[in-house]
């Protein structure tokens, strides 16, 4: 039994460096001899929407999406907080649905070992203001205006110059050590040691933990940073290096 998983990559347009990571993500052995593939949020810096743009300019990734279901991998997408409502798009590329986005986490029972994959964003329980923005940018008021109303080209403007005032917010305030022992609280408290491995992002924080009720958290951290990803194999994690 063998996971590979991935997140945080926040790939902003065709062969930037980040897309050239996942697709060395997509390529690499290891992965290409998983039993599991996780893709586990904020893949894209921005991807909202149904919108055919995507399809086009990041076909060679849907492509190495496909070719690794095909040799039958098990593929799964975790939308995160800057790729949402993507379940129009995906369906335009797999009518029947080979790989969804999934909003919600993922438990699964693999080998006798419990596992728990999510985006990881639901671990920063004590950050009210980010908890109501992702309840209204999940509402369904807001899907249907990114299904039905938003062009391509605002939600691409808009998108881009929100995420350009985060960072260089983002970048002022961060506080590593904090910010591990943070999500390290927050995983106790929504998945109170049920779970043999719990595995997610979002914080851009790398960390390999083992509580004392036995369950090991990883984190992959910011992928551009730590150019890895997460490996799993016969239950024992560790990250493997990208190059």
Known sequence: MKVA?????????????ADLLLQKFLDHPEVRSADYVMLLGDIFDLMCGPHEAYLRSFSHLFEKLKKLRDIGKKVYFFE???DVHLEKLFKKFWPREDVKPR???????????????????EHEVDNHAYQRYKTLILSPPLRFVANHVMPYSVLNFIGRRASRASRKKGSRTFDVEAVREKFRSGVLKTTAGKYDFVLGGHSHVQDLHRYDTGTVYVNNGYALKSRTFILIDGHAARFQPLG
Do not use: C, M, R, W
């Open 80 to 82: 995160g907080n800057h």
């Open 5 to 17: 998983a991935i997140s945080d990559i926040h790939i902003k347009e065709p062969g930037d460096d």
């Open 103 to 121: 909003q919600d986490p993922l438990v699964q029972e693999i080998d006798g070992k419990t596992y728990y994959f999510s985006h990881g964003d």
